[in-house]
Nanobody, 126 residues
Framework: QVQLVESGGGLVQAGGSLRLSCAASGRAFGNYAMGWFRQAPGKEREFVAAIKWSGGNTRYADSVKGRFTVSRDSAKTTVYLQMNSLKPENTAVYYC???????????????????WGQGTQVTVSS
């Protein structure tokens, strides 16, 4: 069974940076896609970024391009989300997720991801 554990959330001022980590365990991840999503109070969960374990191809939501970077450390089976130039509207619970479908396309839809972490809170103050 796949287990995903996020860490690295916290309180940061606008313009600051945070790095989230997602420690993955339970099986070999082959060509899984590993995604980051976020959910703000009263809003639907939305796609932020994703990366393929094999090859490292990435995909980003338009709202975070140029500010957020997703990466992975295969040896540590850990996925990272480096968030720079944070804005108050980035405040949300951030979730790590895994898509085990082995599709060549990196999905952005939440229903494509079948494993989820518990989430980590990111709060950006103005």
């Amino acid at each position: 069974q796949v287990q995903l554990v996020e860490s690295g959330g916290g309180l940061v001022q606008a313009g600051g940076s945070l790095r989230l980590s997602c420690a993955a365990s339970g099986r070999a991840f082959g060509n899984y896609a590993m995604g980051w999503f976020r959910q703000a109070p009263g809003k639907e969960r939305e796609f932020v970024a994703a990366i393929k374990w094999s090859g490292g191809n990435t995909r980003y939501a338009d709202s975070v391009k140029g500010r957020f970077t997703v990466s992975r450390d295969s040896a540590k089976t850990t996925v990272y989300l480096q968030m720079n130039s944070l804005k108050p509207e980035n405040t949300a619970v951030y979730y790590c997720a895994a898509d085990s479908s082995l599709s060549f396309i990196i999905a952005a839809a939440t229903y494509k991801y079948d494993y989820w972490g518990q989430g980590t809170q990111v709060t950006v103050s103005s």
